[in-house]
């Protein structure tokens, strides 16, 4: 269980620790949803898509997945051009 402490600002901001953050997998500019549970007060990242969408598409018929047969497969497209 992590512990972790945050201070509330006069503007009622606060400054989420490092390894809480990595643990929710936010980062800057990223909303965070509290919601109001049995057990108190939940905090979660409020994704409006998939974290596996920028992953869309690898699995392309014809192309080995990985970064060097992309390439490969790139520059034999423009040879043939």
Do not use: H, W
């Not at 980062?27 to 992953?55: H, I, N, W």
């Amino acid at each position: 269980m992590i512990l972790r402490r945050a201070l509330i600002t006069s503007k009622g901001q606060i400054t989420i620790p490092r390894d809480v953050r990595r643990l929710l997998g936010v980062q800057a500019g990223d909303a965070l949803l509290f919601e109001e549970g049995k057990t108190g007060m939940q905090v979660r990242p409020d994704r409006k898509t998939s974290p596996f969408e920028k992953y869309r598409g690898i699995g392309n018929p014809g192309i080995p997945s990985g970064r060097k047969a992309i390439v490969k497969q790139l520059r034999e497209l423009r040879d043939s051009e």
